[in-house]
Structures are given as C-alpha cells and as structure tokens.
C-alpha cells in the first residue's frame, strides 16, 4: 500500500471532509482516505501510486481544489 498526501484548497468544515472523502472513496484502488480540514491535506491510501489527475478530478466533484501532493 501506498499513501500520498495532498493539499486541498476550500475546505472549512467536516461536511467538507464528508463530501471529498465520499468522491475519493469511489475511485478503483483507494483502499482509506484521511481528511485534515484544519490542515487542508487529504491522505490517500491505494494498491498502487494514486493517479494525480485523477485525485484532482474526484476532489474538483466534491467542489473542491487539489492544489498538489505535499
């Protein structure tokens, strides 16, 4: 398993956390997905390296920004 953290830009308040770990929860591979709202980083936990594109895809659906891995 591998974790990336990533920044995340909008993010205020736990229906935030919500929201962005619901998208991310769907994409193939993602096996856990940590929100830090305080911090505006998301942990993602996957099989493989997580594919940027389509983290920031899944984080632009939940109405938010990947501002890039940290």
Do not use: F
């Amino acid at each position: 398993m591998i974790t990336q953290s990533y920044a995340v830009e909008g993010m205020t308040c736990d229906h935030c956390a919500i929201a962005v770990t619901r998208e991310l929860g769907t994409v193939p591979g993602i096996s856990d997905v940590a929100v830090d709202v305080a911090a505006g980083t998301v942990d993602v936990t996957a099989v493989q390296s997580p594919d940027d594109d389509v983290i920031a895809a899944a984080v632009a659906e939940a109405g938010y920004t990947l501002t890039g891995r940290r």
